[in-house]
């Protein structure tokens, strides 16, 4: 992100507890102006927008409940006969439509956080060892007790919430549910976005992480290591590989998404 990215990434963690609500609406006032009022504008700063909204949620998959898809960059606009067009930008809903995730209102955010740290406090009480091992027993959790979600079309499998408390989820719930107990441990995690050949050798969405471990990073792909999904029959296929390995593995295609990741090795 550029620094109008940086600054939306900011003012929507800044004010996380209001977006609680899933009707509070992000005043910029003229923050965008000039920018607005240069060729192409509009195009560049919504491709701000959606980098900062990508970044926060991968950055933190605590936040379980916004619907990224029911946010929307809002642009007001004056012409002035002297002094041009003004112009306002907001983020907000649309309509009066809540910006949270099906099954969450504001009144039941918390409790869901509650459900979730619970759970995390219990995995991360029978974690010990190195890094290595630490990152194995997590690993290894997550496939013992998640169910991959074939038929996407529950709520809420795309985050962490359906991942830990449903546990039924698809590969960015298995990913950002790994992530957020990296992020406990205090082990350097990332979640990526990509693509990737499902075992029918068709081309889709994917996401995975990768952890660092001194100093260098491996890419671990639990979703893949689940026996029971419909892509591998072996735990540990995709547990700490290079990114050599990840590419070549069974003739896989793991690759970042370039609109995400513009330079990623």
Same mark, same amino acid.
């Given at each position: 992100?550029?620094?109008?990215?940086?600054?939306? +990434? =900011?003012?929507?963690?800044?004010?996380?507890?209001?977006?609680? @609500?899933?009707?509070?609406?992000?005043?910029?006032?003229?923050?965008?102006? =000039?920018?607005?009022?240069?060729?192409?504008?509009?195009?560049?700063?919504?491709?701000?927008?959606?980098?900062? %909204?990508?970044?926060? %949620?991968?950055?933190?998959?605590?936040?379980? #409940?916004?619907?990224?898809?029911?946010?929307?960059? !809002?642009?007001?606009?004056?012409?002035?006969?002297?002094?041009?067009?003004? +112009?306002?930008? @907001?983020?907000?809903?649309?309509?009066?439509?809540?910006? %949270?995730?099906?099954?969450?209102?504001?009144?039941?955010?918390?409790?869901?956080?509650?459900?979730?740290?619970?759970?995390?406090?219990?995995?991360?009480?029978?974690?010990?060892?190195?890094?290595? *091992?630490?990152?194995?027993?997590?690993?290894? +959790? !997550?496939? *013992?007790?998640?169910? #991959?979600?074939?038929?996407?079309?529950?709520?809420?499998? #795309?985050?962490?919430?359906?991942?830990?408390?449903?546990?039924?989820?698809?590969?960015?719930?298995?990913?950002?549910?790994?992530?957020?107990?990296?992020?406990?441990?205090?082990?350097?995690?990332?979640?990526?976005?990509?693509?990737?050949?499902?075992?029918?050798?068709?081309?889709?969405?994917?996401?995975?992480?990768?952890?660092?471990? =001194?100093?260098?990073?491996?890419?671990?792909?639990?979703?893949?290591? *689940?026996?029971?999904?419909?892509?591998?029959?072996?735990?540990?296929?995709?547990?700490?590989? @290079? #990114?050599?390995?990840?590419?070549?593995?069974?003739?896989?295609?793991?690759?970042? *998404?370039?609109?995400?990741?513009?330079?990623?090795?």
């Amino acid at each position: 992100m550029d620094s109008d990215g940086k600054v939306i +990434y =900011d003012a929507i963690i800044d004010n996380l507890p209001k977006l609680k @609500s899933g009707s509070y609406t992000v005043e910029f006032g003229d923050r965008f102006n =000039d920018l607005l009022n240069t060729e192409n504008g509009e195009e560049i700063l919504n491709n701000h927008f959606q980098s900062a %909204l990508n970044a926060v %949620l991968l950055d933190n998959p605590d936040i379980f #409940y916004i619907d990224i898809t029911k946010m929307y960059l !809002l642009t007001k606009s004056t012409t002035y006969a002297f002094f041009g067009t003004k +112009y306002e930008v @907001s983020i907000g809903p649309v309509d009066g439509e809540a910006y %949270l995730n099906n099954g969450f209102t504001s009144s039941n955010i918390k409790n869901a956080e509650t459900s979730l740290t619970n759970i995390k406090d219990g995995i991360i009480r029978n974690v010990n060892g190195d890094t290595v *091992d630490k990152i194995k027993k997590v690993h290894d +959790y !997550l496939i *013992d007790n998640l169910e #991959y979600d074939s038929t996407f079309e529950n709520d809420n499998i #795309y985050n962490m919430y359906g991942a830990l408390v449903n546990e039924l989820t698809v590969c960015e719930g298995y990913a950002k549910a790994f992530k957020s107990i990296m992020d406990e441990l205090k082990i350097p995690c990332v979640v990526v976005c990509g693509y990737a050949q499902n075992s029918k050798g068709e081309t889709e969405n994917h996401a995975w992480n990768y952890v660092m471990i =001194d100093n260098e990073w491996y890419a671990i792909d639990t979703t893949w290591d *689940d026996p029971i999904s419909e892509f591998n029959a072996n735990r540990d296929t995709y547990f700490l590989v @290079s #990114y050599e390995e990840l590419t070549n593995l069974k003739d896989d295609t793991h690759s970042f *998404d370039k609109t995400i990741y513009k330079e990623a090795y």
